[in-house]
């Protein structure tokens, strides 16, 4: 056996020089699977193996969201949410794919995959591609366009230890029967006990209804049938095969099934629920792949493994959550690193998603005291998880960090909660939160987001119960930690808040009792004299209760009163200064006569032929008059010296001040 083979320079070259003698190799493109893997054995440990194709994997530049026909693979877990109430894991976005097309030409097996996430780029590293391989025997590839060697640990293991282990499950029924052909055709060891127990699980019927559709790929065609065939006699202590029209069937039937079999026959059934029984279009559409696609039922192991599916309650079920939980209770695990694992399983439900994720959050030494305390801090604080995940960290790392956070909530307060989430989710992966830099970078954070952008509103003393607290938005600051708190979007952009506050016409206040959290929003409305309220909501914004709703009405109330008792000492000041005013002009003007003062075209009489004393003349009025009044009636109106006469016009409900010297009312 040749030691440290994949150390070798020239591997590469040797490699593609033989596989070379099969079919022309593009210069672009991954090479990989059993050709290469094949290759290393021989040179490794001697003897034959085949070389049956070349597969090339090309990446697709393509973002295409329908729906894919093969099972969507990625190279790793990560945990997605909005920092609020929603929060699971999925798939690495960056390394997500499936399988598009297949090109057979020759010996060449041109395989093209294609982004099933819609981000920029496919990660350069192909090891995305190898960690959707089922075998460890086949992790190894060569990067066309660098003429690099990648492989995996699994792959490096088995090269030396010629262990067979299944490394994905995209494809259970697939991979039952590969691993014969497997084992026929590398001579090589299996666990097929422990392999089988493992394959059996994603084809159950009772845990298909609970798996990620999209995730798993359970039929197979003509191809697989004949492999299965040929190790039949190997495969059928542990699967029998079915047609694809019955397996749906059974499937079905399962899902709608809802009613006991022992109470009602299936005539019962078919008369209390006449839509029970399938359309016809549906099995017309099975009956058409019969004797066309298969799948493999579990025979031997045919019940749902407990414990796997106690890890993954309430979390997802696809091919790499399945088998993170099932190499945490039976994967190759120290005793000690078991059952710290066995402390997280069984009580974290935040931990739970780290520990699968992370083969490293357990290694180390904690207790149930530590989880506790993690999983009620980040129940509160979500955004933890994130930088949690984001590090690294395991359960120590993790422990001492929402102490950190803690500590700096109790001495500056809740609100800085954003300030830090923004901090530690935007730093460099390499600069790890210590309690020294996160409060360094608190307080250059405070100085830019902490200036009020309105001043407060001073409303008094509401005399409510001393356990109410009201705090009104007033920073950005205040905006992020509201937003935070209340798990809804009064910090999203596309609220524009910051602005609204800046005008000066919206206030929100934030409501807080020993049971409850609810955001007030109120706008001025009515000429700027009086308050709305907009919306009082409570967390995730649900309807928040009465008492609160009583709260935000004294609220409003104190602040309508305030508002209004400001706008009329404002007026009433405003009475004063025109008063002042015109006795100034007393003082200053002169009591003219205006016969040869222009006209504002009002009256078709002139005043000096008006004598109201012995005058009957009816006034007409002007035929644009409506219009004129309009337009002068600031100027006629704020004449208020001297003596005057009020001349009703009829039909236009105005009063026309008209100064001539006399003080008669004259109704037109």
């Known amino acids: 056996m040749t030691n440290n083979i994949l150390e070798k320079e020239s591997l590469v ?55 894919a026909f093969t099972p969507i693979r990625s190279n790793s877990l990560n945990i997605e949410g909005d920092g609020y109430m929603l929060t699971k894991m999925a798939y690495d976005s960056y390394t997500t794919y499936s399988i598009d097309k297949v090109e057979r030409d020759g010996y060449l097996n041109t395989i093209y995959i294609r982004k099933t996430c819609n981000v ?40 030396y230890n010629k262990q067979l282990e299944v490394t994905a499950i995209y494809t259970p029924s697939h991979t039952a029967i590969r691993l014969f052909k497997k084992m026929d055709e590398l001579d090589c060891y299996c666990d097929i006990e422990k392999c089988m127990e493992l394959l059996s699980q994603p084809l159950i019927l009772e845990n298909i209804n609970k798996m990620t559709v999209r995730s798993f790929g359970i039929y197979f065609g003509s191809k697989y049938k004949e492999m299965y065939m040929k190790y039949r006699t190997n495969i059928k202590e542990y699967f029998t095969i079915s047609k694809y029209f ?13 009613i006991n079999s022992d109470l009602y026959s299936n005539e019962m059934v078919n008369w209390l629920m006449p839509n029970y029984s399938l359309p016809q279009e549906v099995l017309d559409r099975w009956a058409k792949f019969n004797d066309v696609i298969w799948t493999l039922t579990p025979k031997k192991y045919c019940e749902p493994n407990v414990e796997i599916f106690t890890i993954l309650e309430r979390l997802s ?12 209770i039976s994967g190759n695990l120290s005793i000690k690193q078991k059952s710290k694992a066995e402390i997280i399983l069984k009580n974290g439900y935040f931990c739970k998603m780290l520990c699968l994720i992370s083969k490293e959050f357990h290694n180390c030494d904690f207790d149930k005291s530590h989880i506790d305390y993690i999983e009620k801090y980040i129940d509160s604080e979500r955004w933890i998880l994130f930088v949690s995940y984001k590090f690294n960290m395991n359960v120590q790392e993790t422990y001492a960090l929402v102490k950190d956070i803690n500590k700096l909530f109790n001495s500056d307060g ?25 409060l360094s970078e608190l307080s250059k954070e405070k100085k830019k987001y902490g200036e009020d952008i309105t001043k407060p509103t001073e409303y008094g003393d509401l005399n409510l119960p001393y356990n109410i607290k009201i705090k009104e938005l007033t920073s950005e600051l205040d905006l992020r930690w509201a937003g935070n708190k209340l798990k809804n979007c009064i910090n999203h952009p596309g609220q ?6 800046k005008s000066g016409k919206t206030k929100i206040f934030v409501l807080i009792t020993p049971n409850n959290m609810s955001a007030l929003e109120i706008q001025i409305v009515e000429n700027e004299m009086t308050y709305k309220m907009v919306q009082i909501l409570s967390y995730c914004n649900k309807e928040t209760s009465e008492y609160h709703k009583s709260i935000g009405n004294l609220l409003v109330n104190r602040l309508n009163h305030l508002l209004f008792t400001q706008n009329y000492e404002k007026k009433l000041r405003s009475f004063v200064d025109i008063e002042l005013l015109n006795r100034g002009f007393l003082i200053s003007l002169k009591d003219e006569v205006t016969k040869d003062n222009s006209s504002f075209g009002l009256m078709n009489v002139p005043l000096e032929e008006y004598n109201p004393l012995t005058h009957d003349h009816l006034y007409t009025v002007d035929v644009d008059l409506p219009r004129q009044i309009d337009n ?37």
């Open 13 to 67: 070259s040797e490699i593609l020089t033989e596989l070379s003698q099969y079919d022309n190799i593009p210069n672009d493109g991954f090479l990989a699977g059993g050709a290469v893997a094949n290759t290393i054995l021989r040179m490794v440990w001697g003897g034959n193996y085949p070389v049956n194709d070349l597969d090339i994997f090309i990446e697709t530049n393509e973002y295409t969201p329908k729906m």
């Open 120 to 159: 920029d780029t496919f990660k350069r590293d192909y090891t995305y591609v190898l960690s959707g391989f089922d075998f460890n025997c086949c992790q190894v590839g060569i990067d066309l366009t660098t003429n690099k060697l990648i492989y995996t640990e699994e792959f490096k293991n088995f090269l």
């Open 246 to 258: 019955d397996h749906k069937r059974d499937l079905w039937k399962l899902r709608n099934d809802n």
């Open 317 to 328: 079920f696809n091919p790499l959550t399945f088998m993170a939980a099932y190499k945490l």
């Open 414 to 438: 809740e609100w800085i909660s954003p300030i830090l989430q923004k901090s530690l989710l935007s730093r460099n992966i390499l600069f790890k939160p210590t309690y020294e830099n996160m």
């Open 496 to 501: 524009n808040y910051v602005d609204k506050i």
């Open 632 to 668: 002068h009636q600031t100027l006629i109106n704020d004449v208020d010296y001297g003596r005057n006469r009020n001349i009703n016009i009829a039909g236009l409900g105005r009063i026309i001040q008209l100064h001539d010297g006399a003080n008669n009312n004259i109704n037109l």
